[in-house]
Nanobody
Framework: QLQLVESGGGLVQPGGSLRLSCAAS????????IGWFRQAPGKEREAVSC????????NYADSVKGRFTISRDNAKNTVYLQMNSLEPEDTAVYYC?????????????????????WGQGTQVTVSS
């Protein structure tokens, strides 16, 4: 069974950091590009970042550029999202999702229809 599991969420103060993990089971992650999305209460799901299957290309939403970093360790079948300088506006449930062996072209990254496997999400709350 193909499965993605997110972890690493939690409560953090503004300015703090968290590292989210997206672990795959049932399939080898290295053939898939991965996107991170988030959904805040009352808002639509939005793309945060994506990484190509090789890890050679990455892309980010303007709202997180310079603060978030996506990476992958295909040997561990895991993709990470390092989140620094967190702001209350980053509060949301964060999801990872797998798509085909694509590049990190942003126009493709943001299209949720491109993704065929989704995790259950991990809650990130930024509050003092």
């Amino acid at each position: 069974q193909l499965q993605l599991v997110e972890s690493g969420g939690g409560l953090v103060q503004p300015g703090g950091s968290l590292r989210l993990s997206c672990a795959a089971s049932g399939f080898a992650l290295d053939s898939y590009s991965i996107g991170w999305f988030r959904q805040a209460p009352g808002k639509e799901r939005e793309a945060v970042s994506c990484i190509s299957s090789s890890g050679g290309s990455t892309n980010y939403a303007d709202s997180v550029k310079g603060r978030f970093t996506i990476s992958r360790d295909n040997a561990k079948n895991t993709v990470y999202l390092q989140m620094n300088s967190l702001e209350p506006e980053d509060t949301a449930v964060y999801y990872c999702a797998a798509a085909g062996p694509y590049s990190a072209y942003w126009g493709r990254c943001v299209m949720t229809d491109n993704y065929h496997n989704w995790g259950q999400g991990t809650q990130v709350t930024v509050s003092s």
